[in-house]
């Protein structure tokens, strides 16, 4: 049991990453569609930056850099450039990918570096939960300490707020002295670059190594677990581990009922969906109006502005 | 605290928003601004609230010649302004609207800004739970938000972009005792209105705005007639009510029950005869809107019958209404009555809902033409409807209508348009009328609903909690039916 949570925690770890940087992009109110192309390529450069240099830390570095700057570019292009988001998203997808494969060809089925195993000393003794959460590499451990910053960052911070506010409203935002486009370029950005390191932490630690295709529909996948998450990092979170589950799950039963692998593959998605008919029907939403406690957990309320531009004068 | 702007020019593009324009207003002064829909009143005060950035001109703070560029500029010399559609965030919190662009340490003491927040909130007699969503709020509510969060800011000069607009009449009350006393404490307070009455009922002093000046400027009170004719360089009349025999019943209502996820409204009946007009009064979200919404098929009704022109309803849906005649024009003109986007040609060959194919645009244009002649749209053809103004976005809704309607619903006729723009409306209206038509319409403006209707009906929490005679009714009785209040 402890292994098999341990298992699916470590496996998930990606996308965390992928996940909450999405989220917090999206919060700010730039969708970043380029998502699955984006995370082949940041695999792609986090295993041959750490493979050239030797480091894992340059690998991961760079795949930040690299998904950073796409990001960047979808964020540029709408503001700027007053270009759709989604359209740039979409052609950015295709041209991410591709450059992942064309790139990524010197590298492909080569042996790297990987991040190493550091299990906490003491902790990793205590029974049960030290096997599940404290025997596991650094990138692990801090896709957990992400949740709950990422957390705390925005709902207990001023800027947290600020953030919430631009992808919300940025009329208001801008009525109150927060500047709008400036930090959608750095929200965007920071948001990228932890998608980027979520690429890494395939090929450095999840699934290691390089080869076309590599993370193929995982970045559609996040995209979906962010909605499913409602923005908010804990329930985001929540989808992730529990899609690891189910394809833990899947994997592993795929002996016993050879037939049913294709189904429980798949089982994700139908319970997403039926969760968003849930927490979108009328009545859970006038739940949420009326008890503050209950918001967290089901309140998904998009970012109102996500997706638009905003000038000002 | 004191200010002035000095020859405020704001141009876009060609268009000449304000062209010169020249306002002082002292401490504690309650100033009104003036003028017509499009006079450039809401333009310059984007420009002294830091929204906008002037072309050229000086604006002066306690004699101080100041720049803002942001509205976070403004707010630093003291300059708040509320926009009349609230700019907070409707799915946060109470609480997260009042600290959102607060200074403060980066980590959020939410204790201490409730606990400021229920200060601010008793001092004026307002109440707010910190914790519900702004967007359980009444626009009223979320104005008096606002301007808490301004004063909390240190507002000193208060700018008020036709607050009146979408709030219940014991709130505007209320916010007119708030903006005295403030005023009484040393803050200017600039009331920007089209609305002759409330700027005479509160101000001191009234500036009035003509296509992007000053045109004049009065101490209060004075003659009506004089503001009227700076406001549109000639009088308005407004025209005498026709008296109609009322003909048999058009639309008869049994026993309706609808509900939607704020509102619910059970066992409603009414009886609307051949050119009768019947107001609906009440808070927003009474369920004036609901049964509106039942009444023209958008909504099905749980229980209850509905007929209309002497078919019953009940069962068809909207195409069904639309066919016995009856229409609905609703508040938000562009949001639901019109497409963003489209052109004025595009809207009515929509609306004339033909069978053909193929659509003839020439001859489409050429209808289009004329009907914007008739109903004196300012537009062309080729303008879309979000380009139009609120006033041409009602006439052009009014020259979608079919004729010989059966039953006309309408909510908010009249909101947000200018007196002239609104004598207009109701001009077609009763026009309407005497062909015949009987008319519905849900209403905040109480002068309108005594004025138009024949008989008022006052919604409160889902029912009607009475029925009154529209000449026998006053302001007053109305007010209090609408808090609530059955006997005073």
Same mark, same amino acid.
């Given at each position: ?17 992928? &996940? ?25 450069v ?9 480091s ?27 270009? !759709? ?16 494969? *064309? ?12 991040v190493? #195993? ?13 096997? +599940?959460? *404290?025997?596991?590499d650094? /990138?692990?451990?801090?896709?957990? /300490? ?41 929200y ?37 677990? &962010? ?85 000002? =004068? | ?6 020859e ?6 060609? &268009? ?8 002082? &207003? ?8 003036l003028?017509? !829909?499009?006079?450039?009143? $809401? ?5 002294l ?17 100041v ?20 700019l ?7 609480? =997260? ?5 607060s ?18 909130? @008793?001092?004026?007699?307002? !109440? ?6 702004t ?27 036709e ?25 200017? +307070? ?45 009088? /308005?009349?407004?025209? @005498?009510?026709?008296? %109609? ?15 939607d996820?704020?509102?619910? /409204? ?54 069904g #209404? ?8 609703p ?54 409807? @979000? $380009? ?15 004729? !010989? ?18 004598a ?21 403006d ?5 004025? #138009? ?6 919604? *409160?929490?889902?029912? %009607?909690?009475?029925? +009154? ?6 302001? =007053? @009785? ?11």
């Amino acid at each position: 049991m402890e292994a098999t949570l341990a298992s699916i925690l470590a496996a998930s770890t990606p996308l965390i990453f992928i &996940v909450i940087g999405e989220t917090i992009t999206e919060k700010a109110g730039v969708i970043n569609l380029s998502l699955d192309g984006t995370v082949l390529l940041s695999a792609m450069v986090g295993f041959a930056g750490a493979y050239e240099s030797g480091s894992v830390i340059v690998g991961f570095a760079a795949a930040a850099l690299v998904s950073a700057l796409a990001a960047l570019l979808v964020a540029y292009s709408s503001i700027a450039l007053r270009l !759709n988001q989604v359209a740039v998203g979409f052609v950015l997808f295709q041209l991410t990918g591709e450059m992942s494969a *064309f790139l990524g060809d010197p590298y492909v089925r080569v042996p790297g570096p990987t991040v190493t #195993y550091r299990p906490i000393p003491l902790l990793e003794d205590i029974p049960f939960v030290g096997k +599940v959460f *404290f025997q596991h590499d650094l /990138v692990v451990y801090g896709s957990i /300490v992400l949740i709950f910053v990422t957390y705390w960052f925005m709902f207990r911070t001023r800027r947290g707020l600020k953030l919430q506010a631009v992808g919300e409203r940025p009329e208001a935002a801008h009525s109150r002295g927060v500047p709008v486009n400036r930090l959608r370029y750095l929200y965007a950005a920071g948001g990228g670059a932890l998608v980027g390191m979520g690429g890494a932490a395939y090929s450095l630690g999840a699934k290691i190594g390089w080869s076309e295709g590599h993370t193929t529909g995982l970045g559609w996948i996040a995209l979906a677990i &962010v909605i499913f998450g409602g923005w908010h990092p804990y329930r985001a979170a929540f989808g992730v581990y529990l899609f690891g589950a189910l394809q833990f799950s899947a994997i592993k039963l795929q002996d016993v009922f050879p037939d049913l692998t294709q189904v429980l593959g798949t089982l994700p998605f139908p319970i997403m969906i039926f969760t968003l008919v849930l927490v979108y029907s009328d009545q859970v939403r006038s739940l949420t109006d009326r008890y503050p406690a209950l918001r967290g957990i089901l309140g998904s309320d998009p970012p109102s502005a996500i997706g638009t531009r905003f000038d000002v =004068d | 605290m004191g200010f002035e702007l000095r020859e405020i020019h704001k141009h876009f593009g060609a &268009v000449r928003a304000n062209d010169g324009v020249n306002l002082s &207003v002292a401490s504690g002064e309650l100033h009104g601004l003036l003028g017509e !829909n499009g006079a450039g009143k $809401s333009t310059l005060m984007k420009v002294l609230s830091g929204f906008h950035q002037k072309t050229s001109g000086e604006i002066l703070v306690e004699g101080e010649p100041v720049e803002l560029r942001t509205p976070a500029d403004a707010m630093q010399h003291g300059i708040g302004m509320l926009h009349q559609d609230p700019l907070v965030f409707l799915p946060f919190t109470v609480l =997260d609207n009042f600290i959102i662009g607060s200074p403060g340490p980066e980590r959020v003491n939410r204790r201490e800004a409730a606990r400021e927040l229920a200060t601010l909130a @008793e001092r004026f007699g307002f !109440n707010f739970d910190p914790d519900t969503p702004t967007r359980r709020l009444t626009v009223g509510e979320r104005q008096q938000l606002e301007i808490l969060r301004l004063l909390w800011l240190g507002a000193r000069v208060l700018i008020l972009d036709e607050p009146t607009t979408g709030i219940s009449a014991p709130q505007r009350i209320k916010l007119f005792a708030t903006l005295r006393e403030l005023a009484a404490d040393g803050m200017s +307070v600039v009331f920007v209105s089209h609305k002759l009455e409330e700027v005479e009922e509160l101000c001191e002093r009234v500036t009035i705005i003509r296509a992007g000046a000053v045109v004049g400027e009065r101490d209060l009170p004075c003659p009506a007639a004089e503001l009227v004719e700076l406001m549109f360089g000639g009088e /308005v009349e407004v025209g @005498e009510r026709p008296i %109609v025999g009322l003909g048999p019943p058009r639309l008869v209502v049994s026993g309706l029950g609808v509900q939607d996820r704020l509102a619910s /409204v059970e066992d409603f009946d009414l009886e609307v005869a051949e050119g009768e007009v019947i107001g609906l009064a009440g808070l927003e979200g009474s369920g004036q809107r609901i049964v509106l919404d039942a009444l023209s098929g958008l909504r099905r009704a749980q229980t209850g019958t509905i007929q209309a022109g002497g078919r019953d309803l009940t069962k068809t849906g909207y195409r069904g #209404y639309l066919a016995a005649g009856v229409q609905f024009l609703p508040a938000g003109r562009l949001e639901e009555g019109l497409v963003a986007g489209l052109t004025l040609t595009e809207h009515f060959v929509l609306a004339a809902r033909s069978d053909s194919f193929r659509i003839d645009w020439d001859s489409a244009r050429e209808e289009a033409g004329r009907d914007i002649v008739d109903h004196f749209i300012k537009g062309t053809p080729e303008s879309t409807a @979000e $380009s139009l103004s609120g006033g041409n976005q009602q006439r052009l809704l009014l020259a979608m209508l079919q004729d !010989n309607l059966s039953v006309l619903l309408m909510e908010h006729p009249t909101r947000g348009l200018d007196i002239e723009s609104a004598a207009w409306v109701w001009e077609q209206l009763l026009l309407r009328r005497e062909d015949g038509t009987a008319i519905v319409f849900a209403s905040a403006d109480l002068d309108e609903l005594l004025e #138009y209707s024949d008989r008022i009906l006052v919604f *409160f929490n889902g029912s %009607v909690l009475a029925e +009154v005679n529209a000449r026998t009714s006053s302001v =007053d @009785e109305l007010g209090h039916l609408i808090g609530g209040k059955v006997s005073r």
